[in-house]
């Protein structure tokens, strides 16, 4: 991928910048950061091919020094924020404190895990659908139904075996992937609505208190969001996928007590749980860093909003001053401006940042 000198220059000054604040050599005990996870020269490698794809996302250059919106915060946490213990980013391992944090039964069955599907023996597995996974990345999902042909499975195996090779997100900055432990496993495919996936709700948790409420529907197929509070208020943006108004579900209560109960002590993490709406709850998985922070409000003024939820505890949005644009940035106006956020990151560029964000 090509980087732009805007970029690399206005990397250097940032980092520059950041030194002379102050960046603590180690990090607090327990806890590990992405910097200390790179060399000198795969950390700058990294840290300029994320800031050119945020640049080509967003339209501006993201501020590292003084970051005001959800996704500059997204950005810089990844480089420079604390990751406590256990890594969370590892599918198999974040299972353990699932367990610990509220019980198994909120995990969806895996019916076995391995490094080579050669391993694996069909005759001690019952009959059924499931999605084959991989414990490192994002992304990794194929549908999978037992039994299955020779073909079918020639065809799986050297794809784990592809899968298992890569080291996921390590130069885009998702380094805490490649500390997981490369393994395959089997989950039985959650059926809460027939044939078709079910209904995810991602937690959107700042500082141990749900936020956001992302609402996917018909994933892979006709993929649609809506986005609410937790009184199920209805935010008015969407997120790279049309809007579509979710029903509010039975249990909301439960699945939100569920996410807070799940969320490390951090900043900011996202909880995803999967619902039939009424009494079933099961966890899909946590996320530190969704789309890699290069996914765009539809109305960037809710970008910075989320973000002075982040930078201040207490925030809260009224639900009262959703539906006007100009309530929500007289709002937003208590925190960080948008032309501030704009101004923080021209002030690093030469170049204008574009209307387009």
Known sequence: MLVSDQVVVAMAEQVRRLLEVGIPHRPSAGATRGIDHYSATDFFFALRIGAQQYLDAHGYIPDLVAPKTFNELLFKDKYFGEFGRPNLADKLL???????????????????????????????IPPGRY??????GSGYNKAVTLPMSSQDRRTLTNLGREWLKQRFGYLQG???YSLAKPQLYLERFIDFDGDTLPTDYKMWVFHGKVRLIQVHFGRYVNHRM???????NEYPFSIMRPREEATRPDNLEQMIDIAERLSPDRP????????????KILFGEFCYIPGNALLPFSDPTWDAAFGACWLQPDRIIDSKIRQRRRNVQTW????????????????????????RV
């Open 94 to 124: 974040s299972r353990t404190h699932v367990r610990q944090a509220v019980g198994e039964h909120v995990l969806p069955a895996v019916a076995w895990t391995g490094s080579d599907l050669d391993e694996l023996d069909p005759s001690v």
């Open 131 to 136: 999605l084959l996974k991989a414990s490192h």
């Open 174 to 176: 998702e380094w805490f």
């Open 226 to 232: 809506g986005h609410y509070d937790r009184d199920w």
């Open 268 to 279: 900011w993490m996202r909880v995803d749980l999967y619902s039939d709406g009424r009494s």
């Open 332 to 355: 937003v106006a208590k925190g960080p401006s948008l032309e501030q956020v704009r101004g923080g990151s021209e002030r690093l560029s030469t170049a204008t940042v574009p209307d």
